[in-house]
């Protein structure tokens, strides 16, 4: 709804977080080969990417701090994949709330709605390509998701 914002009033914080301008909030992540971004009018959001290449490397020492309902996951379904998408739900989840990621990785992600500080905050993936993951994380309903592609070089001045 506001026609006069463009990428130029997007900033970082001190801690390299992104800024949205006034009224809106919203996430920007991503991995070597695909950047994504969220958009909301009010409330709380957040957003992962990551790629089932990486997982290989850390399900081993992060899945031990997962729930125990995810760790049955991981072991019932493709393991990498299943890290991949409970990774990028946690993530997504950490920007949404402000809460650091030692205090969600023990919060299951495996609903799409969980409590966490008293305050319900809902959940969707998708898969972007063969390899790509996307979370997104937010408190406010409803929120109608809509997924767009563009190429980079629209984007570029």
């Given at each position: 709804?506001?026609q ?9 914080r001190d801690?390299?977080?992104p800024?949205v301008?006034?009224?809106f909030?919203?996430?920007?992540s991503h991995?070597a080969?695909?950047?994504?971004a ?5 409330g709380?959001?957040g ?8 997982a290989p ?6 899945c031990t ?8 996951q991981?072991?019932?379904q493709n393991e990498f994949m299943?890290?991949t998408y409970?990774?990028?739900r946690?993530e ?10 030692d ?6 992600v495996?609903r ?11 959940l969707r993936?998708?898969?972007l390509?063969?390899a790509?993951?996307?979370?997104i994380a937010w408190d406010?309903?409803?929120l109608?998701l809509?997924?767009r592609?563009?190429n980079?070089?629209t984007?570029?001045p």
């Amino acid at each position: 709804g506001a026609q006069d914002i463009s990428l130029r009033d997007l900033g970082r914080r001190d801690d390299n977080s992104p800024t949205v301008p006034h009224p809106f909030c919203g996430s920007i992540s991503h991995t070597a080969e695909m950047v994504v971004a969220v958009a909301a009018p009010s409330g709380s959001i957040g957003i992962d990417i990551e790629s089932d290449k990486l997982a290989p490397l850390h399900s081993n020492r992060i899945c031990t701090f997962f729930s125990d309902n995810e760790q049955l996951q991981l072991k019932d379904q493709n393991e990498f994949m299943m890290f991949t998408y409970l990774w990028t739900r946690k993530e997504a989840l950490v920007k949404a709330t402000g809460r650091s990621l030692d205090e969600v990785l023990r919060q299951s992600v495996l609903r799409d709605r969980v409590f966490l500080d008293g305050r319900l905050w809902h959940l969707r993936s998708r898969c972007l390509s063969l390899a790509h993951h996307c979370a997104i994380a937010w408190d406010r309903r409803p929120l109608q998701l809509h997924f767009r592609m563009l190429n980079f070089s629209t984007l570029a001045p």
